[in-house]
């Protein structure tokens, strides 16, 4: 049974009717379901099973403790970008010793801390931020176990805001300089050069990026043994694609097999960071229609979810599947679904075939991944509840947020 399925029409999650969970946890709301996080995860697990391997979810995606706890009861390990999300996955039962930390930005008080709880591995982006690990790691008298991130420049062929491994992106080493970095890396005492990481883009549906970028990894691999430099794990990153309209999924199983087939009979370790791929397609956002109305040239539903509850079509023009949560007999109109926010920009779909009134729900496919995380209070907005439904039960993983809460940190002149 699909997580998210209709049963005479009207939208179900797991075995909990949406309207149900509308009713009792109001709108806008994040809809999470537990098996379908469980069995994105699995897909990975299986496909790797006959290698070495450490899945390490992308925190970014979705960071609610009780998504990073599901998976971490999975044995899951995690790649996290700052201070707050290595405190997230601690707090939610993650293992330090599978943690992964990327981002180009890594702050003095980051790396301390993460070096402090001993996690797996720093991706290193930069000369620089190597140089600083290396300095903090020696005075905390402990070594640091590093990645060099390479930039493979290769073409992701996804939104070019989400598209990660050209050499215009601020991501990662040339490959070009690659092998002087190791070098330098390789003769400090408080670095340990375990392995090598890209990731390419985000929302890749095709496998040839990965083989071109993995290839090229393999390549340098091969010329740093030359210099006497071992690794021993590879990083592929995340990116892996899922269906918002009409695109096919990446196959994870032939993913995989490109994947192990570049890397042969050579030892190395596959890291993988998938982020979308497990939360995306396990999460809805449930939304009221406050009203309809019409101008000459359109109709538009007026939703109470907006731009700030999840940025996605504003900011990427991305497309996301809405559907009516309950059938109707009203006559079919196409709509533009809008948010009460005060921007053009605000909007979850456009010319959208909906049947539908004033009241009715209408729930936004995939927002389990890039939702949430990134809601904002734009317009003194409340953030969204999220519930997880988890066999036959659903638990609020965050209130919805308070008006009074939203400005309590905030004073007047004296
Ligand atoms: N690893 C690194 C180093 C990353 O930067 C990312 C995502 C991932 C893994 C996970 O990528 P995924 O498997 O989720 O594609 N907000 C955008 C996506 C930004 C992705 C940023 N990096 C969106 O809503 O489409």
């Known amino acids: ?39 994105a995860w699995q897909k990975f697990e299986d496909a790797l099973e006959n290698h070495p391997h450490l899945i390490c979810y992308a925190v970014k995606a979705n960071s609610n403790l009780a998504v990073l706890d599901v998976l971490a009861r999975l044995g ?23 943690i992964v930390f990327s981002g180009v930005g890594k702050t003095a008080t980051e790396i301390t801390e993460a070096l402090e709880v001993g996690i797996r591995c720093f991706n290193v982006e930069s000369e620089a931020e190597l140089d600083r690990i290396a300095n903090i790691a020696s005075a905390l008298g402990v ?24 050499k215009e992106n601020k991501f990662g080493i040339n490959m070009t300089d690659a092998i002087e970095v190791y070098k330098r890396a390789a003769q400090m005492p408080s670095i340990e050069v375990q392995g090598m990481d890209c990731h390419i883009g985000s929302q890749l549906t095709k496998i040839e990026p990965y083989k071109d970028a993995v290839e090229r990894l393999i390549g340098l691999i091969e ?17 892996q694609g899922i269906c918002y309209e009409d695109e096919t999924p990446l196959d994870i199983a032939q993913w995989a097999e ?16 998938p982020g ?12 009221r229609v406050e009203y309809l109305k019409s101008n000459e040239d359109k109709h538009f539903a007026v939703v109470d979810a907006a731009m700030n509850d999840l940025i996605r079509p504003a900011l990427y023009s991305a497309w996301q599947a809405i559907e009516p949560v309950e059938p109707s007999t009203v006559a079919e109109k196409v709509y533009d679904v809008v948010g009460p926010v005060c921007e053009s920009a605000d909007f979850l779909g456009k010319e959208r075939k909906l ?25 003194t907005r409340p953030r969204a509840a999220e519930v997880m439904v988890s066999g ?12 009074e809460d939203l400005f309590a940190d905030e004073s007047l002149l004296p």
């Not at 073409?155 to 598209?163: E, L, R």
């Not at 087939?261 to 370790?269: F, S, T, V």
């Not at 979308?276 to 939304?287: D, E, K, N, S, V």
């Not at 209408?362 to 990134?374: C, I, K, P, Q, R």
């Open 1 to 39: 049974m699909e997580h998210f399925h209709r049963r005479k029409g009207a939208l179900y999650a797991q075995s909990y009717a949406c309207s149900q969970l509308a009713e009792e946890f109001g709108t806008p709301l994040f809809v999470y379901s537990r098996e379908a996080l469980e069995t």
């Open 223 to 239: 010329r740093l043994k030359t210099e006497g430099i071992e690794i021993t794990h590879l990083d592929v990153g995340g990116g």
């Open 76 to 98: 899951s390990g995690f790649d996290i970008v700052s201070g707050g999300e290595l405190k997230r996955v601690l707090a939610a039962g993650g293992l330090p010793e599978k």
């Open 276 to 287: 979308r791929f497990i939360a995306g397609p396990a999460g809805i956002m449930l939304t």
């Open 258 to 273: 490109c994947v192990t087939d570049a890397i042969g009979e050579r030892k190395l370790e596959i890291l993988v960071e």
């Open 143 to 166: 070594v640091a176990p590093i990645s060099l991130r390479i930039n493979p420049d290769v073409d992701a062929q996804t939104h070019p805001y989400i598209s990660t491994g050209l």
């Open 392 to 403: 036959d039960e659903a638990y609020v993983v965050r209130e919805r947020e308070n008006v």
């Open 355 to 379: 049947a539908i009134e004033q009241g009715d729900l209408l729930a936004v496919m995939s927002t389990g991944a890039y939702g949430f995380v990134m809601s904002s209070n734009y317009n």
